[in-house]
């Protein structure tokens, strides 16, 4: 079984320009969770998706934003990016809504000059 | 809100066992979990207790949960060096769909 796969491994963007990263969750898994693993700041809660709606979002502004599509694959955008935004964002998906173990993809490491 | 504390460093000498440690504020959680970072890696789900027990085995890994103390301890076995990482203890919060993650406790393992 595949596990979740993030896109794309790395990606470069400079001062207010916008990035978009993207997840695809295990097979028959319908929750997806974003999160951020910023240096010196930890791992920090992003969005919940499920069912093609926002559950959840953490304390971050509305810079961050995303979506899940019907095959429950999901995106992260985050406009105006800023220099504090590098970090790698870890994607999670879950077999039932908040109420299973997260399972964890790779990340993407966004690096803003 | 919720909060997990760890250590930040620990290192031990190859076959010792290593006890990473966590303490945490929700006493709701009933679930409670150990995860894995290597790196350059994302998050590997290594263990995770249920509230109602008070430790799990599996394999070289040992899960201790005091939820008087609201303590929870991850006991490594026979330490190896591929066991060097980042262990991370997570919580749930609000209903399980977001998780609450300690600092990361660095495992560093030397011959």
């Known amino acids: 079984e595949a596990g979740v796969t993030q896109s794309p491994t790395h990606l470069i963007k400079t001062r207010g320009q916008q990035a978009t990263l993207r997840c695809s969750p295990i097979s028959g898994h319908t929750s997806v969770y974003w999160y951020q693993q910023a240096l010196g700041l930890g791992l920090q809660f992003l969005l919940w998706y499920d069912e093609g709606e926002e559950r959840n979002r953490g304390n971050f502004p509305p810079r961050f934003s995303g979506r899940q599509f019907p095959n429950y694959s999901s995106e992260l955008n985050v406009n105006a990016l800023e220099l504090e935004d590098s970090a790698l964002y870890l994607c999670?998906?879950?077999?039932?809504?908040?109420?299973?173990?997260?399972?964890f993809g790779p990340g993407t490491r966004l690096t803003v000059l | 809100g919720e909060d997990v504390e760890q250590s930040l460093f620990l290192s031990v000498r190859e076959g010792d066992s290593s006890v990473i440690n966590c303490t945490y504020t929700d006493s709701s959680s009933t679930y409670l979990y150990w995860y894995k970072q290597e790196p350059g890696a994302g998050l590997q789900l290594l263990t995770y207790i249920f509230s109602n027990m008070d430790m799990k085995q599996d394999q070289r890994l040992t899960v201790l949960l005091n939820k008087k103390d609201k303590h929870l301890s991850l006991r490594i076995a026979d330490t190896q060096t591929g066991d060097s990482a980042i262990y991370f203890c997570?919580?749930?919060?609000?209903?399980?769909?977001?998780?609450?993650f300690g600092a990361g406790t660095r495992l560093a393992v030397h011959p």
């Open positions: 997570a919580v749930p919060s609000g209903g399980y769909n977001k998780l609450i």
């Open positions: 999670a998906s879950s077999r039932l809504a908040g109420l299973d173990e997260q399972f």
